[in-house]
């Protein structure tokens, strides 16, 4: 006698359950991502294109655009303003990039340990940070200015100057100044960046340096800073996009003077396109800035990466 299946039958075309399940899931995780995928496409891919489209014309602020190839890229070597600009802004970030990590890592381990008081003192260095970037360059202009502002007044009377300074009127001033004042605005939210790293190490770690016999140096840099290395990494990524972009603080308090001493990237990007009135050298002057932070910023990540994986 033959066996009989026990096999359920399948009726011809239908397909598995598990199939569909997926398929259901798969529309599913579609639908939630749709709307993240279009901002992403409307706010960031289109602009891009356009730009890139922009920058292969003739683009006039108000006129017909005409294809010109390269032409735009090609007038880079000749724009003697963008150029200084570049060696300008990177010394800028420099500049910056170090005094945002040496303060921020400062104040975070200031206010690291918890104590009577540390609170107000977290609050005070962060609240800068709440300030508008314009906000703040229109308050340190008001601030610098010789004629009504209060800061010259206040270093004669403390004895740290005895005649007229003049924070905005010589090059290496005007530089000093903007340094001061978004040092002031960006050091607090480093601060928190660090602190919340510093937080994240386990104390045992430090109770078994201190055991070691180890010295507050020896400990924070051999043990603080190792580990605090993604939060390092972070502010470092931070800082060196947002000094290559930099433009309100200059903008407000020297308008890229005196004498273009204090033109950045992004303020020659704004001459070109509303000064001169050429859209399209402006874009490929965008174009070329946002290839330069894609590759530092993959650099940057790589290291990151090679760093975690020893």
Known sequence: MAATSTTPAVRPGAPPRRTSRRGLRGLVGLAYATPAALIVVLLFLVPIGMAVWMSVNDWPLIGEPEFNGVDNYRAIADNQLFLDSIWFTVKYTVVVTVLYLVIGLGLALLVQESRPGVGLFRTAFFLPSVVGLASASLLFYA??????????????????????????????????????????RFAGFNMLILLTGLQAIPGEVYEASRMDGASWWQTLRHVTLPLLRPSIALVLILTVTGSLLAFEPFYVLTAGGPDNSTVTMVIAMFREAFTLFDLGRSAALAIVLLVVLVALNAVQLLVLRKDKTR
């Open 143 to 184: 601030l610098y200015n010789n004629e009504y502002g209060p800061l010259d007044d206040l270093l004669r009377a403390i004895g740290l100057s005895s005649g007229n300074p003049d924070f905005l009127g010589t090059p290496d001033n005007a530089f000093a100044s903007t340094v001061v004042m978004v040092t002031w």
